[in-house]
């Protein structure tokens, strides 16, 4: 006698049908850098590119960094929910040191990994683009809909701020 779970997995075996496994896909919409400090940073561009009417969405940033950057840089990630008509903090995001955000966050820092971040980060211009959203390890539910990712990126002994960045993005099950 076979269990009931092994008697179905094996008759979509043999009809041929498809098991559904879902998936969460992450769409950025809008993305704007709105603080720069120019002793640290200059000439920042961060835009949202489709190549094609059914491609991905690609982010892309370019800009130049007047300093070396390695531990020295924090990393505040903050993701707020759009509810009711605003933004609203919600209980997502989290702080951490740049090359620590490289090496060892899976999703924001294994994208910028995945696309050329390195650490340290040499002084100079550096254009990192066609930046998408790792999710293969994302979870497969996500707490809202629509929000948006605050970045702010300070110098970690003094708090100094270096750059204020947001991204808009629509998290969508699959």
């Not at 879902?22 to 489709?50: C, D, G, H, W």
């Not at 940033?61 to 924090?74: A, D, E, P, R």
Request: charged fraction near 15%.
């Amino acid at each position: 006698m076979f269990p009931h779970n092994v008697l179905l997995l094996f008759s979509c075996f043999i009809l041929n049908i498809k098991i559904i496994t879902s998936s969460m896909q992450v769409i950025p919409e809008r993305a704007n850098v709105t603080f720069s400090n120019p002793k640290y940073v200059a000439n920042l561009t961060l835009n949202i590119r489709r190549y094609s009417r059914k491609s991905a969405y690609y982010i892309n940033l370019m800009g130049i960094n007047k300093q070396t950057w390695t531990n020295n840089i924090t990393v505040d990630i903050r993701i707020n929910q759009y509810l009711h008509n605003e933004y609203r903090p919600s209980f997502v995001g989290g702080q951490m040191k740049y090359c620590d955000l490289i090496n060892k966050e899976p999703f924001i820092g294994g994208a910028l990994k995945n696309s050329g971040l390195i650490c340290p980060l040499p002084v100079g211009y550096h254009s990192v683009m066609n930046i998408t959203a790792p999710t293969e390890n994302f979870p497969n539910v996500f707490p809202f809909e629509k929000g948006r990712i605050d970045f702010v990126v300070t110098l970690s002994s003094t708090g100094e701020g270096v750059l204020n960045a947001f991204l808009e993005v629509r998290f969508k099950q699959t």
